[in-house]
């Protein structure tokens, strides 16, 4: 295999332990030209390893069944964001539900291939998770280097597969200096996804099944952090236009979160590269980078693909979250939502015509991200908490103007719960003292106390005090 630097443009042949230009220090990429066919350039069965005769070639084969993810038509999605059509490659159906398996799969047959007994990965999540399960099933070890920053789900993936980890360091950037000095000090297989060009390789499949599952978007956008996942996508759909079998290309769009935008903001200023490493703060922490070494990449897929690149908010990001899973059934973690909420942020100020065909990169589920379900079940217990506080003041609120009985309480308060559930109120809040029932008629009349017009005082001052 031949590797060319990125920045400085000089060719190496042999895999690198270091992961980068000895002459620069600049990112590698593997130069390869895939064979010139025509027609049906794909062969075996579904999954990844069916574009074989695509990659850089390895004897091995490591695999736990990769590749092959749906891509779901979400029209129900693209009548919301006034879209003809919006595609979601959907990438969490992969074996530890992450588009990293593809690379980890490429990465760990080579590492066979060498004769390697141990790997190292710096890793802000999914590659490391990824790489952990493919080394266990190839039987050598997986050395991870974590940052603080780093989603409990994926470290628990880690552990479950038996990684040896350490943790350096508040975010990746740290971390990869840390991988890059085990490789070399140790002799260990490289196997960092900015450091290692294979993963570009590997990654590009996703392009190469989209079209065959739908052909080529008009758009396709992807969540960036180091900026080597938005290239990847690219490169594969520029194989396929230069095999003849791709008519066309997409436009490349690239998304980072406000919070920590790095690549955004050098495209904005229309720096050659970043300037140092920005401020990161951002819930989706699969993409906190603040020093991207695949910068390179990300702004020649954007400049020659005639795409852009944009940040969301992190509350778009979770509105999003949520509005994929409530409207199309997937689960995706913050830096895959942002996709589509840059996709709505696009058609909403008329970037995006509404009748482009525009393809989202779910990249990773949002079960291995901690913060969504914490804020879900955060939601669901003060939901219900409310609610039951709510239907116990409406009939505080209600008896607080006369007297009244429990059928009377039912029709006011909408039919919307049994007869029975609201005399069962009604028994709790006697039961504290709050109303009292009394005979007329042959009825029960429910009278508010003392203690129950407290009650209503102290609501009235919790709400002030929450505004």
Not at 97 to 108: L, Q
Not at 157 to 182: F, H, K, N, P
Not at 345 to 364: M, N, P, Q, W, Y
């Amino acid at each position: 295999m031949e590797f060319k630097c990125v920045r400085c443009g000089s060719v190496s042949k042999g895999f690198l332990p270091k992961g980068l230009c000895k002459n620069c220090g600049g990112v590698l990429e593997c130069v390869f030209e895939p064979p010139t066919v025509r027609g049906e350039a794909f062969s075996g069965a579904s999954g990844f390893w069916r574009y074989r005769r695509l990659l850089p070639q390895t004897g091995s084969t490591v695999t736990l069944g990769e590749g092959g993810t749906p891509l779901h038509k979400a029209d129900r999605l693209a009548e919301v964001l006034g879209a003809k059509t919006v595609l979601l490659k959907d990438e969490t159906r992969n074996p530890t539900h992450s588009y990293r398996d593809r690379a980890a799969a490429f990465v760990a047959s080579h590492a066979v291939d060498l004769g390697f007994d141990a790997a190292v990965c710096a890793t802000n999540g999914n590659m490391g998770a990824s790489l952990a399960a493919y080394a266990a099933k190839a039987g050598f070890i997986c050395h991870v280097v974590v940052p603080k920053a780093v989603d409990v789900g994926k470290l628990a993936q880690m552990l479950a597969y038996d990684a040896d980890i350490e943790e350096c360091g508040q975010t990746v950037d740290d971390s990869i200096q840390r991988a890059i000095a085990l490789a070399s000090e140790s002799g260990w297989y490289q196997a960092t996804a900015e450091l290692n060009p294979l993963v570009v390789e590997a990654q590009k499949t996703i392009a190469y099944e989209v079209y065959e599952q739908w052909g080529v978007p008009d758009c396709f956008v992807v969540p960036m952090g180091s900026g080597g996942t938005i290239y990847s996508v690219w490169k594969g759909f520029m194989e396929l236009h230069k095999l003849g079998v791709a008519a066309s290309l997409p436009k490349m769009v690239g998304v980072q979160p406000e919070g920590c935008a790095p690549i955004v903001s050098a495209l904005k200023h229309g720096s050659a590269e970043v300037e140092g490493r920005c401020v990161a703060s951002t819930r989706a922490l699969a993409v906190l980078v603040g020093e991207p070494l695949q910068f390179e990449l990300a702004r020649r897929a954007i400049a020659e693909s005639g795409g852009l690149a944009l940040t969301v908010s992190d509350e778009e990001i979770v509105a999003a979250e949520l509005q994929v899973a409530k409207l199309e059934g997937v689960f995706a973690e913050p830096a895959s939502a942002a996709t589509v909420a840059a996709l709505k942020k696009l058609r909403g100020e008329g970037a995006v015509s509404s009748d482009c065909s525009v393809a989202c990169l779910i990249t990773s589920s949002g079960l291995k991200a901690t913060d969504v379900l914490e804020a879900l079940t955060k939601k669901r217990k003060t939901v219900g908490l409310s609610l039951g506080m709510s239907t116990k003041e409406k009939i505080l609120r209600m008896l607080d103007r006369g007297d009244a009985y429990g059928y009377e309480l039912w029709k006011k308060l909408g039919r919307t719960m049994t007869r029975a559930a609201v005399y069962q109120h009604l028994n709790e809040l006697s039961s504290k003292g709050l109303v009292v029932s009394y005979g007329e008629g042959g009825k029960r009349l429910f009278k508010l106390t003392e203690q129950g017009r407290k009650a209503l005082a102290a609501f009235d001052e919790l709400k002030a005090l929450m505004h």
